[in-house]
């Protein structure tokens, strides 16, 4: 007979899910924060109590899965125009960040290699945990944030292995090696991620069947981890590469019916393992606790804090640095442009949140050296790095609302100018090709004129700004024509979603506004579907035009 406690600790770990993620609604909180805290207490009651969080679920489970979406709902335009933030901040930062901390780990009794241990488990920002509390934020400011937080982890992961394996005396230290083992994950985890998007896009042209391609969507971010780690490189940089190719071609090549499949499954898979993640994170602090033998609560309760002060002191520091010493060097008018100020900059500066990547290095650091000694500091490392992802998140995610008041960033319209830009341009393709499509269609006169007045009646609420709804069509007043009707509207619809994809690729527009769009379009093209199928009638073609 199997055991039931397995089952009561995923029952209550989704009822907690459920029931925090309703109250932060209730009490306009960030999420990751209430359940964090709510995570806390549950690891005391009989039920979860010595339920542990493996560290290779959240490396081969949890991250892919959760990184994976994070990237495919990415403006990668975005990231383009702000590379060398992104660069710096996911590479350069991460690498001073765990300098710093190291120093601070060393200045508290820990040896060097074992400091840099520290350094380099709390020294990422946390993709999920940034979308989550700082997504109110303009787009360009969280897509440098999200952005950054998809990268840190590669690069603090390869720090963490390196000084992992100098501590336990499995290897020493020397700088070619170092810059070889980055180069190895960072070339090997963009050529990983590439070949499985590749895969994808092969396999996705050789299926048809919603289900399958839905599989092949499920299985590309655990694939390309995969493939990265066999060879040594980046998991993380493969899963983020994949997901952003993905998101180029997925437009052109995923049929209306399997995205929107897609988007519902994603939603709902990745608002549970991330709710999930958090809970099992506060859930941590009673083993942490009880597994302090050599260090005091006190002492190691001190040590959090100042390990906390230090990666959020870093980060400030390297936010008002850097920008001005690349001023110095960079005086281009179009880097100009882009430029901002010190209040405007302070939101950036302020999100730097930790989450389960984190905790899940720490807890994966060895028990043991090469030559069988416990591993020195490994519980104050655990304590230190959950005191710090408690922190970032209650005091920096509580009080960002604050910051982004004082920032006074400008209101960011450039989303809604976009998507007005996206309707109209696949309004007005509809229009011009509808007279040829309905002749190529054989359709009587009065279908046509009534698309066309449809369609003229659109473009004009759209001007006024007072947009209808894309799936308003009503009914023809006979048979044929309904038919004949459908037909047309399935026709200029291919059109419309052509239009807006070349504005993508032309830069007009960017991926997230593209998908904001290829909703609406996506539910009149599954209508138009059911129509077809409940007729008896061959559906619409599936799989968008170009």
Request: charged letters at 20%.
């Amino acid at each position: 007979m199997q055991d039931p406690h397995v089952l009561q600790v995923l029952v209550v770990l989704l009822l907690a899910v459920l029931a925090f993620s309703w109250l932060a609604d209730r009490l306009r909180i960030a999420a990751p924060v209430v359940l964090l805290l709510g995570g806390v207490p549950l690891g005391f009651l009989p039920w979860t109590a010595g339920t542990t969080l493996p560290p290779e679920v959240v490396l081969l489970v949890f991250l892919p899965m959760l990184l994976y979406w994070e990237s495919l709902t990415t403006s990668l335009r975005e990231i383009r125009a702000n590379l060398r933030v992104v660069v710096l901040a996911a590479v350069l930062l991460v690498v001073a960040t765990a300098a710093t901390v190291a120093a601070v780990g060393h200045a508290f009794g820990l040896s060097w290699p074992v400091a840099w241990v520290l350094g380099a488990v709390v020294a990422p920002t946390d993709a999920t945990a940034t979308a989550a509390v700082a997504g109110s934020m303009p787009r360009r400011q969280l897509t440098i944030l999200r952005a950054e937080s998809l990268v840190n982890d590669g690069t603090a992961l390869v720090i963490f292995a390196i000084a992992v394996s100098v501590a336990t005396g499995e290897q020493a230290f020397s700088w070619p090696s170092a810059l070889a083992e980055f180069a190895l994950s960072y070339g090997g985890g963009i050529v990983a991620g590439l070949l499985v998007a590749w895969l994808a896009t092969l396999g996705r042209r050789l299926v048809h069947g919603t289900v399958v391609e839905n599989g092949i969507s499920v299985t590309s971010p655990f694939l390309a981890y995969l493939l990265a780690e066999e060879v040594h490189a980046s998991g993380v940089l493969a899963v983020v590469v994949c997901g952003l190719a993905v998101s180029r071609v997925g437009p052109r090549l995923i049929a209306a019916r399997t995205r929107m499949q897609a988007h519902a499954f994603w939603q709902v898979t990745t608002f549970l393992l991330n709710g999930a993640l958090f809970v099992l994170v506060g859930m941590q602090l009673r083993p942490a606790l009880a597994g302090l033998r050599t260090y005091s609560v006190g002492d190691a309760t001190l040590d959090a804090a100042l390990v906390a002060v230090t990666v959020i002191g870093t980060r400030l520091a390297w936010l008002y640095t850097t920008p001005y010493l690349i001023r110095l060097v960079d005086r281009r008018p179009s880097q100009r442009r882009r430029r901002v100020g010190a209040r405007q900059r302070l939101p950036l500066a302020w999100s730097g949140f930790r989450g389960g990547v984190s905790l899940a290095a720490a807890l994966a650091v060895p028990v043991t050296l090469a030559d069988g000694t416990p591993f020195p500091g490994r519980e104050l490392i655990i304590i230190v790095t959950f005191g710090v992802i408690l922190v970032t998140l209650l005091v920096q995610g509580l009080t960002l609302p604050a910051v982004l008041r004082v920032a006074r960033l400008p209101e960011d319209t450039a989303v809604a100018a976009e998507e007005h830009l996206a309707h109209r341009r696949a309004l007005e393709a509809g229009l011009d090709r509808l007279p040829e499509l309905a002749a190529d269609l054989g359709v009587h006169d009065s279908v046509h004129d009534r698309v066309r007045a449809e369609y003229e009646e659109r473009l004009r609420h759209l001007d006024l700004q007072r947009p209808q709804d894309d799936d308003a069509a009503g009914t023809a007043g006979q048979t044929d024509e309904l038919d004949e009707y459908e037909r047309l509207l399935a026709a200029v619809l291919a059109e419309k979603r052509a239009a807006v994809v070349a504005l993508r690729d032309e830069g007009a527009i960017d991926d997230i506004v593209l998908t904001h769009v290829q909703t609406g379009l996506d539910a009149e093209e599954i209508r138009l579907d059911r129509r077809a199928s409940s007729e008896g009638d061959p559906p619409a073609p599936e799989r968008s035009s170009g």
